[in-house]
């Protein structure tokens, strides 16, 4: 898409639309920047955007429907190739290297797009039932209205971020049951001295025996360089192993209330755990349009 002279109405964000809350995002962002959307539902439609934004909904079912005409290997590309990506709850586990408390209804795990350094905790809020609004941090640059109102509908919380990941909010929660049990399992392996990794289309979920935790090695090709008998260059591939240190937020006495992360960045990238296209602040969509429109100006 050409950069020259574009005014703030051609620039077009693009909804992910296999499942979930589209339509929201899209009322916001128009409302809220004014800038055109369109819904996405297949892989060309990549080429007429400059940014795109993950819903939430069910990040199981988006990744099954994606799976069919090649959607998810063409997201990856785009998440990859520098456009502005935001991933708001569902979407934010999709944008995860590593996801625990994976849905049972994909037999070899959570379907992931990758691209942060995060350790996801799926439903780490709860249930459906138990949705609530908390105050959370505003995104930076747009303080003023105070905190903004966040809420969490079956939400993912973030329980560790790599380095080069720029933590734009937390909040403390109390995790579920469900993923209460998750952090205990995963604190036992800690403790005793074991990484918990896993591939980024798996996670370590194993469910032969109830909820018990795997070392899953994610590999990486590198290439080494060496001399040949005739004096040439040879190059090898060599298949690495890595293993990341998981360390998990801690929880407090009596109430196992934990500071989690819940918005983020990681530069062309930015996830928020709670839902702000159902509320009337516009702030984040706001945020999100910045980031598009900045990668426009630089072309």
């Not at 036992?188 to 979920?205: R, S, T």
């Not at 040879?234 to 192993?241: C, H």
């Not at 929880?251 to 159902?278: M, Q, S, Y």
Request: aromatic residues 6%.
């Amino acid at each position: 898409m050409s950069t020259t002279a574009r005014s703030d109405k051609d620039i077009v964000i693009g909804v992910l639309a296999l499942q979930g809350a589209f339509q929201e995002h899209q009322e916001c962002l128009e409302k809220g920047t004014g800038c055109k959307t369109i819904q996405v539902k297949t892989p060309h439609q990549l080429e007429q955007i400059d940014g795109i934004v993950f819903p939430g909904g069910e990040s199981t079912a988006m990744g099954l429907i994606g799976s069919v005409d090649g959607m998810w290997n063409a997201l990856k590309d785009f998440t990859k190739s520098g456009k502005p990506v935001w991933g708001t709850c569902a979407g934010m586990i999709l944008l995860a290297e590593r996801c625990v408390g994976g849905s049972a209804v994909i037999e070899n795990g959570q379907s992931l797009i990758g691209g942060l350094d995060i350790l996801v905790c799926r439903n780490y809020f709860g249930s459906q039932i138990s949705s609530f609004e908390m105050s959370t941090p505003c995104p930076p640059g747009f303080e003023e209205g105070g905190t903004f109102p966040g809420v969490f509908i079956r939400a993912p919380a973030i329980l560790s971020a790599g380095d080069d990941i720029e933590v734009l909010g937390r909040v403390i929660a109390t995790p579920c049951r469900q993923a209460a049990v998750v952090l205990r399992e995963l604190e036992n392996k800690i403790a005793n001295g074991e990484n918990v990794v896993m591939m980024g289309v798996v996670d370590a979920l194993e469910r032969t025996s109830g909820l018990k935790y795997v070392d899953v090695k994610r590999e990486t090709t590198i290439v080494s360089s060496t001399t040949s008998a005739d004096g040439g260059e040879e190059k090898k591939d060599i298949m690495l192993s890595e293993m990341h240190k998981i360390e998990l937020p801690g929880a407090a006495d009596g109430t196992n209330a934990r500071e989690v992360i819940c918005a983020a960045r990681k530069n062309n990238i930015l996830i928020t755990a709670f839902h702000p296209e159902i509320t009337q602040d516009y702030r984040w969509h706001q945020y999100f349009y910045k980031m598009v429109k900045e990668t426009v100006c630089q072309g």
